[in-house]
């Protein structure tokens, strides 16, 4: 291991830290999303925090730091143990980052962004099991669980390699351990649904 490659590994997770949802809810509507909803910084709470602008510009950057630090990783090597570490870090820079005292986000957006520019194919197969899931139960988190272990199994089946696995199933054990409070509620029938969160959003932009 040379020292550019630890070094790319830490810009990962620093990259992966920047807690965009808290910074445009701040900068933007002026409101802490810590404070308000589930508590969480990230696009679904921002959505409910500040709007659905401030929902919408917090996931494509939290989608973009994360196939950002990917990107700069693939532009220096091609090694595929390095690549995931590099995905892997700006994932976990999002759900502990150093900038918040490790308390972030969930990490979906981010997950999304680091398999975009590497692993297009299962961000594609992701986002359709989400999108499916949403549309039939109306609860994002359940979606973005059943997107997350979709990983995994879509890894097996078409072929990927072993570090590509292992960084799939960190990303689903992760992201559910995540949304622990969601799946509680789910459990006792208490989880807003989208349309709920919609409601919300509409009534921050007004």
Same mark, same amino acid.
């Given at each position: ?6 070094? /790319? @590994?830490?810009a ?18 002026? *409101?802490?999303? #810590? ?12 959505? #409910? ?7 919408? /510009?917090?996931?494509?950057a ?15 090597s091609?090694?595929?143990?390095? @690549? ?7 994932? /976990? ?9 490790? #308390? ?5 957006? +981010?997950?999304?962004?680091? /398999? ?28 973005? @669980? ?5 990983l ?9 390699? +072993? ?9 689903a054990?992760?992201?559910?351990? *995540? ?5 509680? *509620? ?6 807003p ?8 959003a #509409?009534?921050?932009?007004?």
């Open positions: 291991m040379n020292l550019s490659e630890p070094a /790319l @590994i830490a990962a997770y620093l990259i992966g830290g920047i807690p965009f949802g808290l910074l445009l809810s701040k900068g933007l509507a002026k *409101r802490d999303p #810590r404070e308000f909803g589930s508590g969480n910084i990230g696009a679904t709470n921002a959505m #409910r925090t500040g709007g659905k602008t401030v929902g919408l /510009l917090t996931l494509l939290d989608i973009g730091k994360g196939s950002l630090a990917v990107a700069l990783a693939m532009a220096f091609n090694a595929s143990w390095l @690549i995931a570490s590099v995905a892997i870090a700006a994932f /976990l820079g999002h759900i502990f980052p150093v900038y918040l005292r490790f #308390r972030g986000g969930k990490g979906v957006a +981010t997950m999304f962004g680091v /398999l975009l520019p590497w692993q297009p194919w299962l961000a594609v197969i992701a986002f359709a099991i989400w999108l499916v899931a949403l549309k039939a139960s109306h609860y994002v988190s359940l979606a973005s @669980i059943l997107a997350g272990w979709s995994p199994v879509a890894s097996l089946l078409t072929g990927q390699d +072993t570090v590509t696995l292992l960084a799939c199933l960190v990303f054990t992760l992201m559910t351990q *995540r949304h622990h409070d969601n799946i509680r *509620r789910l459990r006792a029938g208490t989880e649904r989208t349309d709920e969160d919609i409601a919300a #509409r009534e921050q932009s007004s």
